[in-house]
């Protein structure tokens, strides 16, 4: 579960995520360093998703859609 990524580890400058997400995930979000950098497939399962391109900035955090991508769903423990 990668969901709730590495926080003993962080703050991280690059994310890959290789799995689908229905949503970007907070605590991804949150490990990256300024200048940080994560791509992650968003979208539903078995669908075509968008790989996101999601960057913290001055301390924003801002994201783009790159192009369509399918991958296996993002499954997390809950």
Known sequence: ?????????????????????????????????????MVIPVGMPFRTQTLMLVRREHGEVLSESLLPVSFVPFTRDR
């Open 1 to 37: 579960d990668g969901y709730h990524g590495w926080p003993e580890q962080a703050p991280f400058d690059a994310v890959v995520v290789t799995a689908a997400a229905d949503h970007i995930p907070p605590p991804l979000v949150a490990q990256l360093a300024e200048g940080g950098r």
